[in-house]
């Protein structure tokens, strides 16, 4: 046996087995099963309520499964006392939806926080290490600076320097593209792969974003109301996406649903029909008018 470290390749780093967690009775998330290999990039796509961001606070563990089994970095977080879980919370940076810095704070101080929180470092070692997280994500002539100082994208980046201040094996990025512009979502979706290849880490991305999920992804996974619709590799999910012509009409109803919502097709062979356009809606989470469907998939053009 490995120790969790050591995991050996094809161990997967995390592991969530017939998950189950309720709100007020209603189960957001309903037997998921997912394998997540070390190393890799996965994005995880879905609807609106289709229980992404549930998905991610289970695995950091900041709320609890009801049922199923997680296993992170080899422990097992369901039935984990308080210690073993901020051992294994040490080892995750999140960048979360919001960015959520510190206000009172310079970018330096917000990175620097975790070192002093965690670690026994000396001052001067704090400070290299601020530096050098800051360079990571190119924001390193800015520490001195202030959140309300800055743009949102160079907020994003101060979030991702502070989630990587104590050096984590595995990174969570929450909508990281979620209300910055084209161009400042592509620098952010170079700055996640730049992360991943110089770091080794892995990542887990949630997004919405077509263009930057085919740009990231090794993996891509599709929530359909707290289950696991599908897991599959980039290129699957890109001859999909391309299929065209009669090709596409010879694809399974899930592979044209999967289809249009990769597309953000205003016209498709799933809205074109009744029948189907009540499971695109059943697919992408709660109900809403036909016409509106596709907005669902692509805000970037
Ligand atoms: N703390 C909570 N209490 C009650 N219901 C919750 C709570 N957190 C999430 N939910 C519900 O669980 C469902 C899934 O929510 P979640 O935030 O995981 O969706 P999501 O896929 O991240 O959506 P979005 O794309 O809008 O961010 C939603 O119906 C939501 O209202
Ligand atoms: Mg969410």
């Not at 049922?67 to 210690?83: K, L, P, Q, S, Y």
């Not at 980039?234 to 996406?241: C, L, Q």
């Not at 016409?291 to 998939?297: C, D, F, K, L, N």
Request: with cysteine; proline share 3%; glycine share 8%.
């Amino acid at each position: 046996m490995s120790e969790a470290g050591t995991t050996q390749t094809g161990d997967p780093i995390i592991q969530l087995k017939g998950v189950v967690k309720a709100f007020d009775g209603k189960r957001v998330i309903d037997g998921l099963t997912l394998d997540i290999q070390r190393g890799e990039t996965i994005v995880v796509m879905g609807g609106s309520g289709s229980g992404k961001s549930t998905t991610l606070r289970l695995m950091i563990g900041s709320i609890e499964a009801d049922e199923g089994a997680i296993r992170i970095c080899g422990t097992d977080i369901v039935h984990a006392n308080e210690e073993e879980l901020n051992a294994v919370r040490l080892k995750l940076g999140v960048l979360f939806q919001s960015g959520a810095l510190f206000n009172s704070m310079t970018l330096a101080e917000n990175v620097a926080l975790p070192l002093i929180e965690h670690t026994t470092l000396d001052r001067e070692i704090i400070d290299i290490q601020v530096k050098i997280k800051l360079e990571l994500v190119g924001l390193r002539e800015h520490a001195d600076k202030y959140p309300s100082e800055i743009s949102g994208g160079m907020k994003k980046r101060a979030g991702l320097a502070r989630a990587l201040a104590l050096d984590p094996q595995i990174l969570f990025y929450d909508e990281p593209s979620a209300g910055l512009d084209p161009v400042t979502s592509a620098e952010i979706d170079r700055l996640i792969i730049d992360l991943s290849k110089k770091l080794g880490v892995t990542s887990i991305v949630i997004t919405h974003e077509m263009d930057s999920a085919f740009a990231i992804a090794d993996r891509m996974a599709m929530l359909d109301k707290g289950e696991m619709l599908i897991v599959e590799e980039r290129a699957w999910f890109e001859r999909v996406r391309d299929t065209e012509g009669e090709a596409a009409e010879k694809l399974s109803e899930k592979e044209r649903l999967i289809r249009q919502f990769l597309r953000g097709d205003a016209e498709g062979p799933i809205t074109d029909r009744k029948a189907a356009t009540n499971y695109a809606e059943d697919l992408l989470g709660s109900p809403m008018p036909r016409e509106t469907i596709p907005s669902v998939v692509s805000t970037r053009g």
